[in-house]
């Protein structure tokens, strides 16, 4: 099919308005086939919107999409995946209960007579797809039963059992291990040496520098540029993608440290935490790191008392408590902000007024009776004070873009005045301009005198950040490192328990 | 982003809550219009007055359903509830003392224990409440039939009888108590904490229990509260049968559930409100009013019903998935 400089998609002009947002505006750029092509700005800059109206899950408002020459028009995610765009999201599309191979031609199913299933066939084509991809998965394994890497290999086989010649991926490497990143990396090369396309979206820069050609930035819906990974610098590209210089990335303050507000000791929760002992004090941040599994969120969990403890102590400013229940560690003083914002941290068919409310409630109120204009105060003040940018305060949390329902999350936290903030991946799957916000409000935090105890899987995050660290694996504490001693290679050396291990990763 | 005002953003969301609460109105005044104007006897007041008095019997539990599903849960013994209640009041009513207090307070004390109860196993059992209350449905039952010795009681005294049969001028008390447990209900969610947090429970009972809120109690409330309207129902049907029936409240579960879901309540959760029951409520009312009026054979009445109900659920799902898109 004709088409001019081997360009594969084109869009011209691309625009999409939901009631009230203009998500895309007359986005016009190439990719070219055969190329792995970055598309990266922060959340709200119209990344997913774009993919979408590609796959077909939203309907363009104007403008073209020229597939392979011709223009196009997907009315269905199925139209989309027959003409051979597929795209991988961070929430698989597998069914857990299937085998491997079942998954892989789920809708396409091998038949004999167009009514019984063909299982030889079937599993035959699917090992042959392993084969090919240079994995080891058996097809006869249940989903389930498989890690995420091996979850995501097996979207991929199915995305190639149709023939898909585009491949869009979301976020692909954010729920991996560094060793897994470097299989799907293998992968992707591979299939780029085989012509397929791929669209690469992340919030690692450092990752698109490492396995794509080109870049595109977009930024409020608007398309900024596209460069050739080789002619552009980390700087450049978070310059195009919040408009402006970031003059620091992580603005930590120094703060004098006081009184140990929290310890814990010998805390223990059979098979998952063994022996854990440590001290936070007043405007310090504890770093945790390690890897995924390590059972990093488990202890935040156990001390904000979601998981009951087999053995141990906690004492808060040196007085032993028992924490049963979020409420009651709440009551001592303790915050969590936990993992999935979404999932755990909002309720996303709620305002934002009534989010901030949630912790808070109870002191708004007279007699069970909610003081309407004092919540609106408080909800207002916080608004203004966490720069969240919402139309209203009764705007619905689902409608916010992710820094900003983070910023909210932690907004109703920040009003409730805690002395201890267990953080969870604070800045996980924000954008660079939320995140140094995020880290100005620890900050601000820290300067009232609390203290934060921060699980991040981003080193040089925790690395900036934290006055001490301690690095966890299999539910160990395997050592502390001083602000001076900890570096990224002293931290992946405890983290991973073995040294070749680690200089292999890095 | 680029075109983000204040006026223009809550649109889709103004557009919903307005479909939400308007939507099912238009529909329950189509549907009076239509009725009336087959036969002029639906609009006579005295018509009127009748219908909202019979769903006032369904209506009161289904206040309290409606907090259930709101919170995500389903409570189907309630039929069965509404029996055993009535026949404990019948029964002290008619055969253990007479006593007027103790056939009020006994009834409505009893629904709400065997609410706790229900909320109670399936909260802290983790068992889905749908199969939790299966199982109460089929014990009350029994228990009815125990009590009463397989035979209704009947007789009321004139006090009793007036809970469900009396007037308060013109208008029939039972009304009274169904718009009155309406509106408290209202009140109770929109300005209390309480009912703040069962909207904050049945969006994300995860992010709840992180933010402090003690999810199981409030559950458990819940399912409470509804055992209570469950046993005021049984009094209102008790006294206007003057009787305790062996077969009250049987099927009504149907009728309850389907004037939340109807009332634009999300079996999800989270999401809707008890004006929307009031309304789903009355519309059941009147389609079995209409259709009488219109003597249509009584059989057609659960068909119909049957297929609201179906339709309702679609409806709820249109709305989800045009809010995601």
């Not at chain 1, 789920?106 to 240079?134: C, P, S, Y």
Request: hydrophobic share 45%.
């Amino acid at each position: 099919m004709g088409d001019e400089n081997g360009v594969i998609l084109r869009f011209e002009k691309l625009t999409k308005r939901f009631p009230g947002v203009l998500a895309l505006d007359e986005v016009s750029f190439a990719i070219k086939r055969g190329e792995v092509h970055a598309l990266v700005g922060e959340n709200g800059a119209g990344k997913s919107t774009l993919i979408k109206i590609v796959t077909g899950v939203y309907q363009k408002t104007s403008g073209e999409i020229i597939f392979d020459g011709k223009p196009v028009h997907f009315l269905t995610p199925h139209e989309a995946l027959r003409s051979g765009i597929a795209a991988i999201y961070q929430e698989f599309n597998l069914i857990p209960a299937l085998t491997v191979a079942e998954n892989i031609f789920m809708g396409h199913h091998f038949t004999r007579r167009n009514f019984i299933v063909d299982w030889a066939k079937m599993r035959e084509e699917a090992q042959k797809l392993m084969e090919f991809l240079e994995v080891d998965i058996d097809v006869d394994a249940r989903v389930r039963d498989l890690g995420v890497a091996k979850k995501q290999v097996v979207e991929i086989a199915k995305a190639l059992s149709l023939n898909a010649r585009v491949l869009i991926m979301d976020e692909p490497t954010a729920t991996l291990a560094q060793k897994e990143i470097q299989g799907l990396f293998r992968i992707i090369r591979f299939l780029k040496s085989k012509g397929v396309t791929v669209i690469y979206i992340s919030h690692r820069l450092e990752e698109i520098y490492e396995i794509c050609d080109r870049v595109t930035v977009l930024r409020d819906g608007r398309y900024v540029g596209t460069r050739g990974v080789k002619e552009v610098t980390v700087d450049e590209i978070i310059r195009m993608m919040v408009g402006r210089e970031v003059v620091e990335k992580f603005p930590r303050v120094a703060h004098q440290i006081g009184e140990e507000v929290l310890r814990v000791e010998g805390l223990t929760l059979h098979g998952v935490l063994e022996n854990i002992s440590f001290s936070v004090r007043e405007r310090e941040i504890l770093g945790i790191a390690g890897m995924v599994g390590s059972g990093r969120t488990e202890l935040l969990r156990a001390i904000y008392g979601l998981d009951p403890i087999d053995r141990g102590k906690i004492y808060v400013k040196g007085r032993e408590v028992r924490i049963r229940s979020p409420l009651e560690a709440i009551n001592h003083g303790i915050a969590l902000l936990p993992e999935e914002r979404k999932t755990q941290g909002l309720v996303l068919l709620l305002s934002v007024l009534d989010n901030l409310g949630l912790p808070l409630l109870p002191f708004l109120s007279n007699r069970g009776f909610v003081d309407d204009t004092k919540l609106t105060e408080v909800a207002q003040d916080m608004v203004e004070h966490m720069n969240i940018k919402t139309p209203s305060l009764l705007q619905k949390t689902m409608y916010l873009s992710g820094g900003n329902q983070q910023k909210v999350v932690l907004g109703k936290w920040f009003a409730r005045n805690c002395d201890i903030y267990l953080f969870d991946e604070p800045t996980r799957g924000i954008d660079v301009g939320a995140k140094t916000e995020i880290y100005h409000l620890m900050n601000k935090l820290i300067e009232r005198g609390s203290a934060i105890v921060m699980v991040s899987s981003e080193l040089p995050e925790i690395l900036a950040m934290s006055d001490r660290i301690l690095v966890m694996r299999e539910g160990r504490i395997m050592g502390e490192l001083s602000r001076e001693e900890a570096t990224k290679e002293t931290i992946l050396q405890l983290a991973l328990g073995r040294r070749d291990e680690y200089a292999r990763v890095d | 982003m680029p075109g983000l005002t204040e006026e223009n953003v809550p649109f889709v969301q103004r557009f919903f809550v307005f479909w939400d609460r308007v939507g099912i109105l238009l529909a329950f005044l189509v549907v009076c219009v239509i009725f009336g104007a087959l036969n002029p006897v639906f609009f006579n007041p005295l018509n009127i007055l009748n219908v909202i008095r019979q769903v006032s019997i369904i209506g009161v539990i289904a206040v309290g359903m409606t907090f259930v599903i709101l919170l995500g849960g389903i409570d189907l013994s309630v039929g069965s509830v509404v029996a055993f209640a009535g026949i404990i009041a019948a029964g002290f009513q008619v055969k253990w003392g007479g006593s007027l207090f103790l056939s009020v307070v006994v009834p409505l004390l009893i629904g709400g224990g065997i609410g706790f109860m229900n909320g109670f196993v399936s909260t802290k059992g983790q068992l889905h409440p749908f199969i939790v209350t299966l199982g109460s449905m089929s014990i009350f039952r029994g228990a009815t039939l125990l009590v009463a010795q397989g035979k209704p009681i009947s007789g009321m005294s004139p006090a009793f009888r007036f809970i469900g049969a009396g007037m308060v001028g013109p208008i029939p008390f039972p009304v009274i108590l169904f718009l009155g447990c309406v509106i408290i209900a209202g009140m109770v969610l929109k300005r209390t904490v309480f009912g703040r947090y069962i909207y904050a429970i049945g969006g994300n009972e995860e992010a709840a229990l992180l933010s402090g809120i003690m999810v199981e109690r409030y559950k458990i409330s819940a399912f409470t509260i509804l055992g209570f309207l469950s046993g005021l129902s049984a009094l209102i049907l008790t006294s206007r049968l003057n009787s305790g029936e062996l077969v009250a409240g049987q099927g009504y579960e149907l009728d309850v559930i389907a004037s939340v879901i109807i009332g634009g309540t999300s079996l999800m959760g989270g999401e809707g409100g008890v004006y929307g029951t009031l309304i789903g409520a009355l519309l059941i009312g009147v389609v079995s009013n209409g259709l009488n009026l219109l003597g249509v054979q009584p059989y057609w009445q659960m068909i119909v019903k049957g297929m609201i109900v179906i339709l309702a659920v679609l409806l709820d799902k249109l709305k989800r998935r045009f809010r995601t898109v």
